[in-house]
């Protein structure tokens, strides 16, 4: 019931392509889903995040889309550079403000 | 500081040994979280304090793991009689009036 499903793993895309990533979760109690970058050696750092009242949110080169219904969301880099190369996590929130996190999403942008 | 902070940065240690965590929140940040990553996974959550509210402990793997939060401010976690599968980035997140949650750099533990 608390999990949130991520994939792909891993995903490599040329530089202008746009990566892809996408979650599913089952719990209707969360209410505010975050995406987090996380660069070697470093903690991550929170990218974008939206609320199921919500179906798209835009942030720069960031966007999120919501399907409340099918309980799925997922994020797209427009035109993805090299410096986005990172790993990428979704999570949920619900009461109580703990994060449940995706497997994470390694994303590799060639130039 | 500007952030969260986390020491030590690496920690190497023998199985069995007791070792201790350190976490400084940003400053006035009234909740502290400690995740747990293991290698190639997501993060897992641990522990949760909130003002002066008791912890929200559910996500401690086993009664080896215990944190506290000293004056509402920095944390330590501690993890007792450390085990292999213990290894793992230790972060630490802080959260103030909004939802978002800052995360520090993380402290590499490996046991041998």
């Known amino acids: 019931q608390q999990q949130v499903k991520q994939s792909p793993q891993s995903l490599i895309v040329q530089k202008g392509g746009i990566p892809i990533i996408n979650c599913a979760y089952e719990?209707?109690?969360?209410?505010?889903f975050p995406w987090y970058q996380q660069f070697p050696g470093k903690g991550p750092a929170l990218l974008i995040a939206?609320?199921?009242?919500?179906s798209e949110k835009k942030e720069g080169r960031f966007t999120i889309s919501f399907n409340k219904s099918a309980k799925q969301f997922s994020l797209h880099i427009m035109d993805s550079q090299p410096g986005d190369s990172a790993t990428y996590f979704c999570?949920?929130?619900?009461?109580?403000?703990?994060?449940?996190f995706g497997g994470g999403t390694r994303v590799l942008v060639k130039p | 500081g500007a952030g969260v902070s986390q020491s030590p940065s690496n920690k190497v240690t023998e199985k069995g040994k007791d070792v201790e965590l350190r976490c400084d929140p940003i400053?006035?940040?009234?909740?502290l979280y400690w995740y747990r990553q293991s290698l190639g996974q997501g993060l897992e959550f641990l522990i949760y304090?909130?003002?002066?509210?008791?912890?929200?402990k559910s996500g401690l793997p086993s009664d080896r793991f215990s944190a506290e939060r000293t004056g509402g401010s920095v944390s330590t976690l501690t993890i007792q009689r450390t085990q292999q599968e213990d290894s793992a980035v230790y972060l630490c997140?802080?959260?103030?009036?909004?939802?978002?949650?800052?995360f520090g750099p993380g402290t590499r533990l490996t046991v041998l």
């Open positions: 939206i609320r199921p009242d919500v």
């Open positions: 999570a949920a929130k619900a009461a109580g403000n703990k994060l449940t």
């Open positions: 719990n209707t109690a969360f209410d505010y």
């Open positions: 997140a802080s959260r103030g009036a909004n939802n978002e949650q800052f």
């Open positions: 304090f909130q003002g002066n509210s008791a912890p929200d």
């Open positions: 400053s006035g940040h009234t909740a």
